[in-house]
C-alpha cells in the first residue's frame, strides 16, 4: 500500500498548471500507484479558509480515496470553528497550517500561541515549512519546538524540514534544518518527502533516510504541484533506497498509518 501524506484539491498559486478537482486527482492516484491521499484545500490556503474547508468537506464524502486536513489559521482565527470536521467527518484527519500562504511568522509569539492552542485539539497538524533560501516564515525548529510542547499529537514537517536549493550553490540541496530536527529525538515527529529535489539529485533520499531514519520519514508529494510522473518517480526513487522492504513499507504507508490514524 501507498499512502501520500500531503496533496491539495484544487487550485495552486492560480496556475492551471497545478490544478486539480477530485476526479483528476483520482487519476493522479490510479497512474502513479498511490492508493490513499491526504488532502488540504488549496482554496483554503491561497483564498478562503472556510469555503475551502467546507469544499473539501463535501468532497471527502464521495470517495475512499482520499483522507483530509482542515486548514487552519491565526490570521483568520474563526478557523478554529472549523476543528468541527474532525468530529462530523472521519475522513478528516487532522489540521494543515501553512503560514507562507497565510502571511504570518510561525515563531511571533501571539501566532505560535494560537497554533500551539489549536495542537491540543487535533490528533496530528501537518506543517509547511519555508523550504526557499531567504524564507522563514514556518522554521521547522519553531514547528519542533511546537511538537515538543505537544508530546500527545503528532506532527508532520512538510518538504523534507526545509531542504533548499542554495541560491549561491544552487547544485547542493542544504539539509541542515533537516539534520537539527532529528537531532532533537523527538517521537512525535515525522518529515515527509514532499519536494522535488528528492528525486532531481543522486543521493538527497538516501542522506534522508540516514538523517531522520526509515521510522520518521513519511511520504507525500505535493499534488498536484507534482503530477502523476512525478509522483510515480518519488515512488521508485523510494523503491531504489538500498535498505530493508520493511523501512521501504515504513515510509511509503506504514509510518503514515500511525500518524493519520487510519
Keep these: 500500500m501507498i499512502i501520500d501524506i500531503h496533496g491539495h484539491l484544487g487550485n495552486i498559486n492560480f496556475s492551471r498548471f497545478w490544478q486539480a478537482d477530485a476526479k483528476a486527482l483520482e487519476s493522479y492516484c490510479v497512474k502513479s500507484g498511490v492508493d490513499k491521499l491526504c488532502l488540504s484545500s488549496s482554496r483554503a490556503i491561497m483564498y478562503d479558509v472556510a469555503e475551502g474547508n467546507a469544499e473539501l468537506d463535501k468532497v471527502l464524502k ?39 500562504y497565510h502571511g504570518y511568522v510561525l515563531s511571533t509569539r501571539s501566532n505560535r500561541e494560537w497554533v500551539e492552542e489549536a495542537a491540543d485539539k487535533t490528533p496530528m497538524m501537518l506543517f509547511h515549512v519555508s523550504c526557499m533560501a531567504g524564507t522563514g516564515f514556518s522554521d521547522p525548529l519553531t514547528v519542533a519546538e511546537i511538537a515538543k510542547n505537544h508530546p500527545k499529537t503528532k506532527f508532520v514537517l512538510a518538504h523534507m524540514a526545509g531542504t533548499f536549493q542554495n541560491d549561491h550553490y544552487p547544485y547542493f540541496p542544504n539539509l541542515d534544518n533537516l539534520e537539527k530536527v532529528a537531532d532533537m529525538g523527538l517521537p512525535n515527529v515525522w518529515i515527509d518527502t514532499a519536494h522535488f529535489l528528492m528525486y532531481v539529485y543522486p543521493g538527497v533520499m538516501e542522506k534522508m533516510v540516514k538523517i531522520a531514519s526509515a521510522d520518521h520519514i513519511v511520504f507525500g508529494t505535493d499534488a498536484p504541484l507534482q503530477g502523476p510522473m512525478q509522483m510515480k518517480f518519488a515512488i521508485d526513487v523510494i523503491e531504489a533506497l538500498d535498505i530493508p522492504r520493511k523501512d521501504k513499507n515504513k515510509i511509503l504507508s506504514g509510518n503514515a498509518k500511525k500518524v493519520l490514524g487510519v
Excluded: C, M, Q, W
Design 62 to 100: 464521495t470517495t475512499d480515496r482520499f483522507y483530509g486536513y482542515v486548514v487552519l489559521s491565526p490570521t483568520f482565527p474563526e478557523s478554529i470553528r472549523d476543528l468541527a470536521y474532525l468530529k462530523s467527518n472521519p475522513k478528516f484527519r487532522g489540521v494543515k497550517i501553512h503560514p507562507d
